[in-house]
């Protein structure tokens, strides 16, 4: 088992394959290092949440893991959720009892285990005249939502019918719309406002325990194994084009959204298995008279229920929930969506008057949901399964992951840790059920180290804050990082704050490998509406350049690709594309 002190420092890519035409531009080092010369126990193809939580589980256990990631750790549906660690209301209109029970379970579990991550988050639920269910039946639901979750440490529910009385007293969130509303229930969920991170620290988790992780490494072919001799993956470098092989005794397949694509790439034919659909989210800045607590309420148009969350400066819309085969590289929500939800929040919040203008950015995703032709989306399971492949191809060793939520992961991982370690004949039990994230482990000794460097540095206070809120006692890491460069210390943009510690790290410590990476998946700059632009300056390329080693030329591809992606998520700022005009984007 490798060195389980840090990361390895060898790994480099760039997201996308950054080309000139039809030039690969490759990278300065190799990435690869000794592990073809390796026989790993197990290979997890995918390095979303559900990834990242198996190989962290596996490498615990101390099973040799491999985890291999055709793009970025985190980027896809891990990325594209509604910031929500919770057990699942809605579940209960589908009897689906044990999953809602499973879900409290590990929401409980995140509230200790990744602190600084999740954090308890009210919402109200308005119940109106004309909802399809009833205050009575809602009430019901959240009873037995709080029966489920038996040993919690949050609140049980609170109904409040809409009475003058309870309204002068604040009990009811002005915000709503007071027209028909018969009644406000309020539930306590919880929120994880940064998923990104999360997987980040299971990355880390897993690269301290000794697990090899590889993102920007695609698996193209897999030659399945013997009784004698292990799988064979056939592995592209997606930075140079050159491919690699990977020899594993177990293979799972970890796609998410991806996982009948990358079974038939690995020439496994089990059959469609994913059917899954399309959740978009749009962000709004919030404003005077705007809701304080989330808001979980019945659609007028379709009775889904959606959600209108407070997120950092913003409010937070969705999801919507909708079949999609289409291409799942350019996900991005449709002008319908825009408006059903638009429409939505102006009957909600009638104080307002909400447009496309209002809109700051919106993303969507795919969640990973079972093939279940003839349902609805909405009724469509939640829960996941492990398929074994040698029961429907022959195929010994090699498993698909269907279904999976964010909150869910760990328990996930649990069980797949322990089918794998079966079949491995491994005695080795799963730890992860008190195992503290990396940043989740804050004491009193690591704050007063953390005030040190503060003074050293001369760092502001609100800086700190951000760094201990953001990555928690590895704020520290952070600061130690800084070093002799005393660069690193300014701001990124004069209105956060960020520093440039924050970018070395991200680099030399969490894999990043393109300035997409840095800006969505391990920093938040990327989602600021009054920094987003502005951080992308020079010195924020040069430095990036310095630790990558990229040329003037590969710079200046890194500096368009961002752009691109935050034009193709419908920011509405001025962002100026080299060689292009400046204009105005709306996705």
């Not at 209109?93 to 379970?105: K, N, P, T």
């Not at 005794?249 to 659909?277: H, Y």
């Not at 808001?295 to 379709?302: F, G, K, L, P, T």
């Not at 960020?498 to 990476?517: G, M, R």
């Amino acid at each position: 088992m490798q060195d389980s002190s840090k990361y390895d420092q060898n790994q480099k890519a760039v997201e996308d394959t950054p080309r000139e035409g039809n030039k690969i531009i490759k990278p300065n080092k190799s990435r690869i290092g000794h592990i073809e010369d390796q026989v790993f126990d197990v290979a997890i193809i995918g390095g979303g949440i559900n990834g990242a939580g198996i190989a962290l589980d596996l490498a615990l256990r101390g099973v040799k893991t491999i985890l291999l990631e055709k793009k970025d750790f985190g980027w896809y549906a891990t990325s594209a959720s509604t910031k929500l660690i919770h057990g699942g209301l809605r579940y209960l209109e589908y009897f689906e009892l044990s999953l809602v029970r499973e879900s409290m379970a590990e929401r409980e579990r995140l509230l200790s285990n990744a602190s600084h991550l999740v954090h308890p988050l009210n919402l109200n639920v308005p119940v109106f005249k004309h909802s399809k269910r009833p205050a009575w039946m809602v009430h019901a639901g959240l009873t037995l939502y709080d029966i489920l979750s038996f040993d919690k440490s949050l609140p049980n529910h609170k109904f409040m019918r809409n009475s003058k009385k309870n309204r002068n007293k604040g009990k009811i969130d002005p915000a709503i719309n007071p027209d028909g509303l018969s009644a406000v229930l309020s539930y306590y969920d919880c929120q994880v406002p940064f998923p990104e991170r999360l997987a980040a620290e299971l990355i880390e988790g897993a690269g301290e325990a000794g697990a090899q992780v590889l993102n920007y490494s695609e698996v193209v072919d897999l030659d399945t194994g013997t009784s004698n001799r292990p799988h064979l993956l056939e592995v592209k470098d997606v930075l140079t084009g050159d491919n690699f092989q990977i020899q594993a005794q177990k293979v799972i397949n970890a796609g998410g959204p991806f996982v009948d694509l990358v079974n038939v790439s690995l020439g496994e034919a089990v059959g469609r298995k994913m059917g899954g659909t399309k959740g978009s989210h749009l962000l709004i800045k919030k404003f005077e008279g705007g809701p304080t607590d989330a808001i979980y309420v019945e659609a007028r148009q379709d009775f889904r229920p959606y959600f209108i969350i407070p997120w950092r400066d913003y409010y937070l819309v969705g999801t919507t929930d909708i079949f999609y085969d289409g291409d799942m590289d350019n996900v991005h929500a449709g002008d319908d969506e825009i408006k059903y939800l638009l429409d939505e929040l102006n009957f909600l919040i009638p104080g307002k008057s909400f447009s496309e203008e209002d809109v700051v950015y919106t993303y969507s995703g795919i969640r990973p949901l079972f093939y279940e032709p003839g349902k609805k989306e909405r009724s469509v399971t939640r829960k996941h399964i492990i398929l074994d492949h040698q029961k429907v191809t022959g195929t010994t060793g090699v498993y698909s992951i269907i279904g999976g939520k964010l909150t869910t992961y760990r328990s996930l991982a649990e069980e797949t840790g322990d089918l794998i370690c079966k079949h491995l004949n491994v005695r080795a039990k799963c730890s992860t059920r008190s195992y503290k994230l990396p940043g989740a482990r804050m004491t009193t000794e690591i704050r007063n180290q953390i005030k040190d460097l503060q003074a050293t540095h001369k760092i502001t206070d609100a800086t700190i804050a951000h760094l201990i809120d953001f990555y928690g006692s590895r704020a520290l890491n952070v600061l130690m990082n800084i070093g002799k460069r005393r660069d690193l210390t300014h701001l990124i943009h004069p209105k956060r704050p960020e520093i440039f510690a924050e970018i070395a790290y991200a680099v030399e410590w969490e894999h990043a490998q393109s300035l997409t990476d840095i800006f969505f998946r391990r920093t938040d700059l990327g989602s600021h509406e009054d920094g987003s632009i502005g951080s992308v300056n020079p010195p924020v390329i040069e430095l990036v350049s310095s630790l990558l080693g990229w040329t003037p030329e590969q710079a200046r591809i890194q500096e368009k690709t961002l752009l691109d992606t935050m034009a193709r998520q419908g920011y509405r700022h001025q962002v100026k594309v080299p060689g292009q005009t400046e204009k105005m984007v709306l996705a």
